[in-house]
């Protein structure tokens, strides 16, 4: 059996906004936890632990019965281009997907689905997910700042 990470949206929205000079005031941050079994089927997995990171800024979820977790940002939290990291564990399994947030006009948009499998003890990947992890939020960094002049 494999367990999936699906970010089915990151969506920075003031509410209901009117206009695109509308200023966004969260991230909103949901998906699901599949577990996909040997016939490659897709099954919600409830109870699994989450961990949601954008911008070093970490929320933790707990999976629904049917699979589906949300968190919610401030967009100061999340700003528009962070990088937003989800990883999930239930059982012996676990998983990881990184995506930045993108802008669709008022929504900024990310759509990620990743398939976790048994967990496999590499201690050196810690520090190198880590390390990667901070130099993708580095770039984020510089490049907002970049833009903003």
């Known amino acids: 059996m494999l367990l999936s990470i699906g970010l089915v949206a990151v969506l920075p929205v003031s509410a209901f906004a009117v206009s ?51 968190v919610r940002f401030t967009a ?18 676990s998983g990881i997907r990184t995506q930045p947030t993108l802008n669709f006009g008022t929504v900024n948009l990310a759509d990620i689905l990743v398939n976790l499998k048994p967990n496999v003890d590499v201690p050196e990947m810690n520090g190198i997910v880590g390390i990667a992890a901070t130099a993708l939020t580095a770039g984020s960094v510089a490049v907002i700042r970049r833009r903003n002049g």
Do not use: E
Request: aromatic letters at 6%; charged letters at 10%.
């Open 20 to 70: 695109p000079t509308t200023p966004v005031t969260r991230t909103d941050v949901v998906g699901y936890i599949m577990v996909v079994n040997a016939a490659g089927q897709n099954h919600g997995a409830p109870g699994a632990q989450v961990k949601i990171a954008c911008f070093n800024n970490v929320m933790t979820a707990i999976s629904d019965s049917h699979g589906a977790y949300s």
């Open 76 to 93: 100061q939290q999340c700003p528009l281009g962070s990088w937003v990291v989800v990883t999930a564990t239930k059982d012996n399994l």
